[in-house]
């Protein structure tokens, strides 16, 4: 690899900072979020295979929805 | 479709190759719903890693030896994978996307607004998804995360899910 130009596509490339503003988040919902992640069903090594299952069956049906008019 | 999910048998084989990364994102706070109705579709899997050019070349192996199209911006990631490349990219944070071309999308991340990639790790959980252990982000790390980057699809997520925690927040 030529340094100069895997420096000039790195370049090309870098993240830049999103100029969006961020969001104000309200105590209320924040303390929901402490309350979700502390629930058992969220413990540590908590099983959340069906998490994945589920996408995979929504992702599924979605590509084998056909239109019908 | 039958099988552990892609993500499962990717983290498996980070896992092995001795790659810290934490599932951030929509997927990580998917993996965070207490059911069905509180999951959001998302296409992508984000995963963070940390600012460490041997760490982020050792997630290219791995995601090419499962047969993952490494990109970055509109470019093929090059050959070789090798350090040099794996500094450039790391020392300008740039996202690096593997794709199995099929629907299977993983964004490898360097960034996560707010935050740094040490503290997330500090107080990453680990759940379990087809028998394998995946690292993810706190769930209030994410929302405060897409809360600090402000996109629309950000605000966007953040309504709904706020809207989906509503219960949560009644009897207070």
């Known amino acids: 690899v030529d340094p100069a130009k895997a420096s000039e596509a790195a370049d090309r490339v870098a993240t830049v900072p999103s100029k969006a503003l961020p969001v104000a988040l309200s105590e209320r919902y924040l303390r929901a979020v402490s309350r979700l992640e502390a629930r058992p069903g969220n413990r540590p090594r908590a099983d959340k295979s069906w998490v994945e299952s589920t996408l995979r069956e929504f992702r599924d049906l979605i590509a084998r929805a056909k239109r019908v008019r | ?172």
């Open chain 2, 1 to 172: 479709v039958t099988g552990p999910s892609r993500i499962a048998v990717l983290a498996a084989a980070l896992e092995k190759a001795h790659v810290r990364y934490v599932l951030i994102g929509v997927a990580g706070a998917n993996l965070w719903a207490r059911s069905g109705a509180t999951i959001f579709s998302t296409l992508d899997y984000d995963l963070l890693l940390p600012l460490d050019a041997a760490n982020e070349l050792r997630a290219w192996h791995t995601c090419r030896a499962m047969g993952l199209e490494l990109s970055c911006g509109d470019e093929p990631l090059g050959a070789p994978l090798d350090s040099l490349l794996a500094e450039q990219v790391v020392s300008r944070r740039a996202l690096v996307r593997a794709t199995d071309t099929r629907g299977f999308d993983v964004d490898l991340s360097l960034i996560m607004a707010g935050f740094d990639f040490e503290t997330v790790w500090a107080e990453r959980r680990i759940f379990v998804v087809d028998d394998v252990e995946i690292r993810v982000a706190r769930l209030r790390h994410i929302v405060e995360s897409k809360a600090a980057t402000g996109r629309d699809k950000d605000r966007l997520f953040l309504a709904s899910h706020e809207d989906a925690l509503r219960d949560l927040m009644r009897d207070e």
